[in-house]
């Protein structure tokens, strides 16, 4: 009878240890999609001292999405998730080989729509504007000093081409990850100006 007890033991113990999903995927319920050039690089022709580079992003609530013939609510799909974040660096060249992360400070730093914050790498919130019905970011990062420039994206990616857009889902709704095309990106992933 004791065996049999013992044996029931382990089986129980086994079952529940091989039966725990370690896919993170799955449990926190992650849904990828594709929708291009939702985060754009404010360019311009020539860059000076004390100008700024602004980062914006616009996400409408309503998507096409490749397959579908009906838009995606990307706001009911996440219910109602208040923002969406992406990841990006602001860099300077400081010698021959080395980039050194621009800081921001609130008096170097300008937004207009959204939440940015910075530290080893750059936060930035699309935050739902009901008026637009969309999601939207726009920083600006103003240019201190003369030298050359770069902007990279997905901090925590190996994409060269896209950032990642993460929706800031709550509890157990559905958590979006769009990979979204960034135009005016060389093959490494930069974004090169000069600042003169």
């Given at each position: 009878?004791?065996?049999?007890?013992?044996?029931?033991?382990?089986?129980?113990?086994?079952l529940?240890?091989?039966?725990?999903n370690?896919?993170?995927?799955?449990?926190?319920?992650v849904?990828?999609?594709?929708?291009p050039?939702?985060v754009?690089?404010?360019?311009?022709?020539?860059?000076?001292?004390?100008?700024?580079?602004?980062?914006?992003?616009?996400?409408?609530?309503?998507?096409?999405?490749?397959?579908?013939?009906?838009?995606l609510?990307?706001?009911?799909?996440?219910?109602n998730?208040?923002?969406?974040?992406?990841?990006?660096?602001?860099?300077?060249?400081?010698?021959?080989t080395?980039?050194?992360?621009?800081?921001?400070?609130?008096?170097?730093?300008?937004?207009?729509?959204?939440?940015?914050?910075?530290?080893?790498?750059?936060?930035?919130?699309?935050?739902f504007?009901?008026?637009?019905?969309?999601?939207?970011?726009?920083?600006?990062?103003?240019?201190?000093?003369?030298?050359?420039?770069?902007?990279?994206?997905?901090?925590?990616?190996?994409?060269?081409?896209?950032?990642?857009?993460?929706?800031?889902?709550?509890?157990?709704?559905?958590?979006?990850?769009?990979?979204?095309?960034?135009?005016?990106?060389?093959g490494?992933?930069?974004?090169?100006?000069?600042?003169?």
């Open positions: 009878m004791k065996a049999l007890k013992k044996i029931l033991i382990v089986s129980v113990v086994f529940a240890l091989t039966g725990c370690t896919n993170d995927d799955e449990f926190y319920n849904q990828y999609i594709a929708i050039n939702l754009q690089i404010e360019t311009q022709s020539n860059y000076v001292v004390n100008d700024y580079i602004y980062v914006n992003a616009t996400l409408n609530r309503l998507q096409n999405e490749v397959g579908q013939t009906t838009l609510d990307i706001k009911k799909s996440t219910g998730a208040n923002s969406f974040n992406f990841t990006y660096l602001l860099e300077k060249k400081i010698n021959a080395d980039w050194q992360i621009v800081s921001s400070t609130a008096t170097n730093t300008l937004t207009s729509n959204g939440r940015f914050f910075s530290g080893g790498f750059y936060s930035a919130y699309a935050d504007d009901s008026v637009a019905d969309a999601y939207k970011f726009r920083t600006g990062i103003k240019l201190e000093s003369a030298g050359q420039y770069r902007i990279s994206f997905g901090y925590n990616s190996n994409s060269t081409n896209s950032v990642e857009i993460l929706s800031d889902s709550q509890g157990t709704n559905l958590f979006l990850s769009i990979n979204s095309i960034i135009n005016n990106i060389d490494a992933g930069y974004y090169n100006f000069t600042v003169n």
